[in-house]
């Protein structure tokens, strides 16, 4: 899967500070249909979903099956799946400009990985996975970056 590390922390913010750095309006994505703003803007939407709790308005669509067997098996084993049909709530139109969405991303990295230090253990629910604690959820974030950035060749 590759070498990426496996949790948003302190330790993890260059890697992916990096690799955000190096992304380009123009940058074509390998697949799907976002552009290179509309995956800033769709990862903005995802760390202030997490970060203020209630932020982002999706339907639950969870059950047992996604809680208890497939975000274990997303968080620590199986690759992010491409293509998938996200709610119109998490892929919103880019509202600013390339650079400016860039910045306001890793401003959030920074205050994600914050938000996971004062307080570990504190739950934010996730349409499908139901509550996950922050630690999960920076697992979660990385794979999701790292998913993101390797389909616009960062």
């Not at 750095?21 to 799907?32: H, K, M, P, T």
């Not at 990985?113 to 739950?123: F, L, S």
């Given at each position: ?14 890697h ?61 084993l199986?690759?992010?799946?491409k ?19 860039r910045?306001?991303v ?8 914050a ?40």
């Amino acid at each position: 899967m590759g070498g990426y590390p496996k949790r948003l922390d302190k330790d993890g913010r260059s890697h992916f500070a990096k690799r955000i750095a190096g992304l380009r309006a123009e940058s074509a994505g390998q697949w799907g249909s976002l552009t290179c703003a509309g995956m800033l803007a769709h990862l903005e939407v995802a760390f202030r979903g997490t970060i203020q709790d209630g932020a982002v308005q999706t339907r639950a669509r969870g059950n047992w099956l996604t809680r208890n067997v497939m975000k274990p098996l997303l968080l620590h084993l199986l690759p992010m799946p491409k293509g998938v049909k996200m709610p119109k709530a998490l892929t919103p139109e880019p509202n600013a400009s390339f650079d400016e969405l860039r910045e306001q991303v890793l401003a959030l990295l920074d205050e994600f990985i914050a938000a996971v230090e004062r307080d570990p253990r504190r739950k934010v629910a996730h349409p499908l996975f139901g509550p996950m604690t922050m630690r999960e959820w920076s697992y979660l974030h990385a794979k999701h970056l790292d998913h993101h950035l390797r389909q616009f060749g960062a």
